[in-house]
């Protein structure tokens, strides 16, 4: 970025930062331990088979679920006036963290 000028390596480095916070919080996302994830089927595949089997059978309402915990849970906590968006809030400080470490580690922090 030091052959741009000053205005060119500001928009380069913004979007570089936004390209890698999508990516994490992507990869965040897909590690969910909910089934139709990766995130899921790895907990299916390193859970003993009397856990594993009842997590796998909820592979086909996967998504379903995670409609209803991102999205409708959310929105009926707003209309009883309470914070009920744990999973975005999971989210948002995992992204955080990993985000910050690969600063940290490129000495970019």
Do not use: C, K
């Not at 331990?33 to 796998?56: F, N």
């Not at 707003?78 to 995992?94: E, P």
Request: aromatic share 4%; charged share 10%.
């Amino acid at each position: 970025m030091g052959y741009l000028p000053p205005t060119g390596a500001q928009w380069l480095a913004a979007n570089l930062r936004n390209a890698l916070i999508i990516n994490v919080v992507l990869a965040v996302f897909n590690l969910l331990p909910l089934p139709p994830l990766d995130g899921g089927r790895i907990l299916v595949g390193v859970l003993p088979r009397a856990l594993a089997a009842p997590l796998g059978r909820l592979e086909p309402y996967g998504i379903i679920i995670l409609i209803g915990l991102l999205i409708v849970l959310p929105l009926l906590g707003d209309q009883m006036g309470v914070d009920l968006g744990v999973f975005s809030r999971l989210l948002t400080v995992a992204t955080g963290a990993i985000v910050d470490a690969i600063a940290h580690v490129t000495g970019n922090a």
